[in-house]
């Protein structure tokens, strides 16, 4: 890329020119919507936060559970995240076997009980990936088996977005975690 200084710097004015512009267009709507607030509002925080407003994220959050509910959710994030999605849907067969029957056994799930309900949950005629296999056999393997280095990894990550959430700073995750700590990966769908 070539340039030369007298380009760069009326290059520069445009930007400055049309950064003033957003704000005062900010600053109108702003007063429009919270009128008290807009006069108290400090102008320097305001002009901060219209600068730094490109970190900004709109993040909509689903209630618990109703992505296990939306059959086409899941069946799309089975395509764009196979490995991601296949755990999540051992784990809550896992969990809804033990909710159905609380006196069930967890070490007598089989795989095939895991299997039939991912089934139910993402519905008939929803291809499954190879995924499911390997995430369904860790499962049967050791359904509840709680690992100190796994809890001290989920604590780690539950904190981090506790803390984002309290502090307000940087992106919480939105959706669901997914976590493979034997093949050492993470994941969010939903």
């Known amino acids: 890329m070539k340039s030369d200084t007298e380009s760069y710097v009326r290059?520069?004015?445009?930007?400055?020119?049309?950064?003033?512009?957003?704000?005062?267009?900010?600053?109108?709507?702003?007063?429009?919507?919270?009128?008290?607030?807009?006069?108290?509002?400090?102008?320097?925080?305001?002009?901060?936060?219209v600068k730094n407003s490109h970190h900004l994220r709109v993040l909509r959050g689903k209630q618990w559970g109703a992505f296990d509910k939306d059959r086409e959710a899941i069946a799309n994030s089975l395509?764009?995240?196979?490995?991601?999605?296949?755990?999540?849907?051992?784990?809550?067969?896992?969990?809804?076997?033990?909710?159905?029957?609380?006196?069930?056994?967890?070490?007598?799930?089989?795989?095939?009980?895991?299997?039939?309900?991912?089934?139910?949950?993402?519905?008939?005629?929803?291809?499954?990936?190879?995924?499911?296999?390997?995430?369904?056999?860790?499962?049967?393997?050791?359904?509840t088996a709680d690992l100190p280095n796994m809890a001290a990894f989920l604590g780690g990550l539950v904190a981090q977005e506790a803390i984002k959430m309290i502090t307000e700073q940087y992106v919480p995750l939105n959706g669901y975690c997914v976590v493979d700590l034997v093949d050492s990966w993470t994941g969010v769908i939903g």
């Open 11 to 49: 290059l520069q004015n445009l930007y400055r020119q049309w950064a003033e512009v957003e704000k005062n267009k900010f600053k109108e709507l702003f007063k429009a919507k919270h009128p008290q607030l807009a006069d108290s509002a400090n102008p320097e925080e305001v002009d901060t936060f």
């Open 79 to 143: 395509m764009m995240a196979p490995r991601e999605t296949a755990t999540h849907l051992g784990l809550s067969a896992l969990t809804n076997l033990l909710s159905s029957d609380p006196g069930t056994d967890a070490s007598k799930i089989t795989e095939d009980a895991l299997r039939s309900e991912v089934q139910s949950i993402v519905g008939e005629g929803v291809d499954l990936p190879e995924e499911l296999d390997a995430a369904i056999g860790e499962i049967a393997r050791a359904p």
